[in-house]
């Protein structure tokens, strides 16, 4: 099987091994059921209280602000983005020998990728639907393989004019794909020697080579094109569309019966900060999770999230300024709006969980420009970057710890299954 949500990489952007390993991803964390199965993208916790804190709050009025003035203009931002990037992969393509060309699709898919970090907090509606289907053949992160990717660049030069990159399994494109074609230093396979697939690839001339890439690089990038648009009509311009759902939450929708299941809906995806940012961005390349690599070597290294554009720093800051719009309720330019520090304030009864909360962000994010102009990956493997990316870790399970506690506890909101009992 190649579904992004049960398989990943022997590491991130493996230069030897093509070969996947089963891995449990706990999806519970990024789909919105909290207890039930994958496949509505909007059904309920059992566990969730059906009164109490929207009875003295909008939280309608919340959730239209979310979805308008934070989830939306990400859709778009990010729709605009890819746009750009087929163009460039385009531009790059036909003419190959471009360092020029080259270094724009690098930066479109730079200016892409960014965009989708602030997604990746919001996988709810058509981003947590069909087992995620959708966010997986956009961003199969952590499951991707490079060698994978080389196969696929054979199959869609054999196939020709038939390929249809939209029937191929998530693992094999997407920005992960996207990523390994545009910023690679070799043209060489990365598949084990017995991979008949592979056989003779690096026999044949360079010019072929990137040839064949970046034809299937542009089949991807207008695939992206593809899905971002499915996104937004899903999402908001569609029949029956997911937005829709949530701001009539309690008041006609049929995915949320209370507003306050569709709050904790929101909730839930929130804790992607948990799980794939404090534990996998970040714990696993420091070795403070899963036991992966020893602390402080070059074998950490590989195991940040964007190895080979050497911008996982800049992602995870992104989650991290995303996950602060949610909370606040503020648009990217900083329009004030509803959000879940005002929920929290209507029903405290003390201890200023929300601005508690807020500073502890603010930190999290000083913790990451404390960086400098050292890359997560550099730091990860370096003495001094260590202490510095270990700050990151300590400041994000700030959040995530009071994530779990105070504010769920004020609130009345369930804990994801994925991350019930976790006490890292």
Not at 200 to 212: D, Y
Not at 301 to 307: G, I, Y
Not at 354 to 369: C, H, K, Q
């Amino acid at each position: 099987m190649e579904n992004g949500r049960l398989q990943r990489a022997s590491h991130l952007y493996p230069y030897a091994t093509g070969i996947l390993i089963k891995l449990t991803l706990l999806t519970a964390l990024v789909v919105l059921t909290a207890c039930g199965g994958g496949s509505s993208g909007g059904s309920e916790n059992s566990q969730v209280q059906t009164t109490g804190v929207c009875e003295s709050f909008d939280c309608r009025k919340m959730l239209e602000n979310l979805a308008d003035n934070v989830v939306t203009p990400m859709i778009d931002a990010f729709n605009a983005r890819v746009e750009t990037l087929n163009v460039a992969v385009g531009a790059w393509q036909q003419s190959p020998q471009s360092p020029q060309l080259q270094t724009e699709a690098r930066q479109a898919w730079n200016d892409a990728m960014l965009t989708w970090q602030s997604l990746e907090l919001v996988q709810i509606g058509p981003l947590a639907e069909n087992d995620s289907l959708l966010r997986d053949s956009i961003y199969a992160w952590p499951s991707v393989s490079a060698c994978v990717v080389d196969q696929e660049v054979i199959e869609a030069a054999e196939q020709g004019v038939s390929y249809d990159i939209s029937t191929r399994t998530p693992l094999r494109k997407g920005l992960p794909a996207l990523e390994y074609i545009l910023c690679a230093e070799s043209l060489d396979h990365t598949c084990p020697s017995t991979t008949v697939k592979t056989t003779g690839w690096n026999s044949r001339s360079p010019e072929e080579r990137l040839a064949l890439r970046l034809d299937y690089a542009k089949a991807a990038s207008a695939e992206l094109v593809r899905l971002g648009t499915e996104l937004k009509t899903r999402w908001s311009t569609g029949p029956q569309n997911f937005r829709n759902e949530l701001v009539t939450a309690g008041a006609g929708s049929a995915a949320f019966s209370t507003a306050q299941k569709a709050v904790n809906a929101v909730s839930d995806a929130m804790f992607y900060l948990e799980k794939e940012v404090k534990d996998i961005k970040l714990g696993e390349p420091l070795g403070l999770k899963g036991d992966k690599c020893q602390p402080g070597t070059q074998a950490c290294a590989v195991l940040v999230e964007n190895p080979l554009s050497a911008r996982s720093k800049q992602h995870l800051r992104q989650n991290l300024l995303a996950f602060q719009q949610l909370f606040l309720g503020n648009s990217a330019d900083g329009m004030q709006g509803l959000g879940f520090d005002d929920l929290i304030d209507s029903v405290s009864t003390g201890g200023n969980t929300s601005a508690t909360m807020e500073a502890d962000i603010s930190e999290a994010l000083n913790a990451v420009d404390a960086l400098g102009e050292l890359s997560l990956q550099a730091a990860v493997a370096d003495e001094n970057g260590y202490n510095l990316a270990k700050g990151i870790h300590e400041s994000t399970k700030k959040i995530t710890d009071r994530l779990k506690n105070e504010f769920l506890t004020v609130m009345g909101l369930a804990i994801p299954a994925a991350a019930a009992g976790d006490g890292d």
